[in-house]
């Protein structure tokens, strides 16, 4: 298996007529782990515990190759000695960098990036949301988030995303977030007037009206050149020509 550290022990036997004083004269590991070595001693053996820690996500046959030395003989250096070492696959979960709350503006649609993989398998994201009033979908080819609001609408709700491996175990791991849609003032919206004709000295009556989402009271103005005079009482504007 990969990700996980291995300790390795491994004694000598010394002649009794032989100085305990050795040590190893050389090793050598891949570059695909970390390696290193403490010396324990009991009685006649002396051994030599190797800590072995492959790199993030390998996984495969390594090895390490060492000497020993002794220097209170004439023997010299040992042969090289190996260790093999199978590293096992395992399948790792999905990543999903944690996301921020986020907040966008009423009726605005907004891209939401995510850092997202997978070292094992390919993987398919698939977003929701806790609101039906703000839609969200996803983009695969920018890695993003899609949201677009109802129109007019604003409030919160919790964004989920989801990274699951299309093949192999099919793991799969989830983010939430809080999404807040801040609310903005719309305009009033007045209704069409159509072009009018009157009399000289005469009074004209025109009943107004609009509509406005964000509120329910509003007041109307009007202007006009010299040649008329109008008033407006509530929503009845009168022209006078």
């Known amino acids: 298996m990969n990700d996980v550290s291995l300790r390795v022990r491994f004694l000598m036997d010394l002649m009794a007529d032989i100085m305990p004083g050795f040590g190893i004269a050389y090793y050598e590991y891949s570059n695909q782990s970390d390696c290193f070595l403490l010396v324990e001693t009991a009685g006649e053996d002396i051994g030599f515990i190797t800590e072995f820690s492959p790199n993030d996500n390998y996984f495969g046959l390594d090895s390490i190759i060492y000497q020993v030395d002794n220097p209170n003989n004439d023997f010299g250096e040992s042969l090289e000695a190996v260790i093999y ?15 921020s709350d986020y907040q966008i503006l009423e ?26 009033n703000i839609n969200i979908d996803f983009n695969e080819d920018l890695g993003v988030i899609v949201v677009d609001p109802a129109d007019n609408y604003y409030g919160s709700g919790y964004i989920t995303v989801t990274a699951t491996e299309i093949d192999g175990d099919e793991l799969s791991i989830s983010r939430t977030f809080n999404l807040e849609v801040l609310p903005v003032n719309d305009s009033p919206v007045l209704s069409n007037i159509d072009d009018q004709i009157i009399n000289e000295d005469e009074l004209l009556s025109i009943s107004l009206s609009a509509s406005d989402i964000d509120y329910v009271f509003y007041e109307f103005q009007a202007d006009s050149n010299d040649n008329l005079i109008i008033d407006i009482n509530n929503n009845i504007l009168q022209i006078i020509g």
């Not at 070492?85 to 960098?97: A, C, H, R």
């Not at 009726?107 to 949301?129: A, L, R």
């Open 107 to 132: 009726d605005t649609i907004e891209n939401i990036e995510i850092d997202y993989f997978d070292v094992d398998s390919d993987i398919e994201i698939m977003v929701s949301s806790s609101n039906e």
């Open 85 to 99: 070492i199978n590293i096992n696959p395992s399948n790792d979960l999905p990543y999903i960098e944690v996301i």
